[in-house]
T-cell receptor, first 113, second 112 residues
Framework: EAQVTQNPRYLITVTGKKLTVTCSQN?????MSWYRQDPGLGLRQIYY???????DKGDVPEGYKVSRKEKRNFPLILESPSPNQTSLYFCASSLNYGEQPQHFGDGTRLSIL | QKEVEQDPGPLSVPEGAIVSLNCTYS??????FMWYRQYSRKGPELLMYTYSSGNKEDGRFTAQVDKSSKYISLFIRDSQPSDSATYLC????????????FGTGTQLKVEL
C-alpha cells in the first residue's frame, strides 16, 4: 500500500530536549516536505526536499532542521524545542517537484511543555 | 491580510443537502487550485485539482474557479455523513514548484 508514515504520532516533551520526527514514504517519490498545522493559520511549509541531499527552507523554517540522506526518509529535527513549536506536523511527498498530488502522512501531534 | 481566506465553520447540514464551500484569495498569480479533505486524526488527501478558471466535476463533487473574482468553490451534492471532514483549499502559482498556500479549512458535519 502506498503511504507516508510518520513516527511518533503523539509526543509530549519538555523545552530544550532534542527530538526527531521520522517520515518515510514507499512510493519512490523525489519530493518530500514538512508542514505544521495550527488553528487559524492553516498548513504552513517548514522545509522541503527535491531529492536526496537537496533541501530548502519553506515559510517557517526557524527552529527546525531536516536531512535527506535516502530517498525514502525525510526526518524533521527539533534541536532545542520550545513551546511555540507545539503543533500538528505533517510530512508529504510527491513524485517530483511541482507535481500534484502531494500524499500526506497522518500527522504527529507535538506538545512542548 | 491572509493570501487565502476560508470560513472555518463549523458547517452543519442534513444528509442529502447540497453543500457549498468557498475560498477567496488575493494573489492574482495563483493558477492552480485544489481542494483537500482531511478527516479527524488523518492527513489531508487531494479531492479536486483544477487549473485556471472554470468548472470540474467528479461524481458528487464540483470545483469552480472564478479568477476574475478571486473566488473558488467546492460543491458537494447529495451530502453523506461520510463527507463529514475539514475541507482545505490550496493554491499555487506557475513556477512555484510545490509551494502551496492553504486556507485554514472549513469543518463540515453532515447529520443523519
Amino acid at each position: 500500500e502506498a503511504q507516508v508514515t510518520q513516527n511518533p504520532r503523539y509526543l509530549i516533551t519538555v523545552t530544550g530536549k532534542k527530538l526527531t520526527v521520522t517520515c518515510s514514504q514507499n512510493m519512490n517519490h523525489e519530493y518530500m516536505s514538512w508542514y505544521r498545522q495550527d488553528p487559524g493559520l492553516g498548513l504552513r511549509q517548514i522545509y522541503y526536499s527535491m531529492n536526496v541531499e537537496v533541501t530548502d527552507k519553506g515559510d517557517v523554517p526557524e527552529g527546525y532542521k531536516v536531512s535527506r540522506k535516502e530517498k525514502r526518509n525525510f526526518p524533521l529535527i527539533l534541536e532545542s524545542p520550545s513551546p511555540n513549536q507545539t503543533s500538528l506536523y505533517f510530512c508529504a511527498s510527491s513524485l517530483n517537484y511541482g507535481e500534484q498530488p502531494q500524499h500526506f502522512g497522518d500527522g504527529t501531534r507535538l506538545s512542548i511543555l | 491580510q491572509k493570501e487565502v481566506e476560508q470560513d472555518p465553520g463549523p458547517l452543519s447540514v442534513p444528509e442529502g443537502a447540497i453543500v457549498s464551500l468557498n475560498c477567496t484569495y488575493s494573489n492574482s498569480a495563483f493558477q492552480y487550485f485544489m481542494w483537500y479533505r482531511q478527516y479527524s486524526r488523518k492527513g489531508p488527501e487531494l479531492l479536486m485539482y483544477t487549473y485556471s478558471s472554470g468548472n470540474k466535476e467528479d461524481g458528487r463533487f464540483t470545483a469552480q474557479v472564478d479568477k476574475s473574482s478571486k473566488y473558488i468553490s467546492l460543491f458537494i451534492r447529495d451530502s453523506q455523513p461520510s463527507d463529514s471532514a475539514t475541507y482545505l483549499c490550496a493554491m499555487k502559482a506557475p513556477g512555484g514548484g510545490n509551494k502551496l498556500t492553504f486556507g485554514t479549512g472549513t469543518q463540515l458535519k453532515v447529520e443523519l
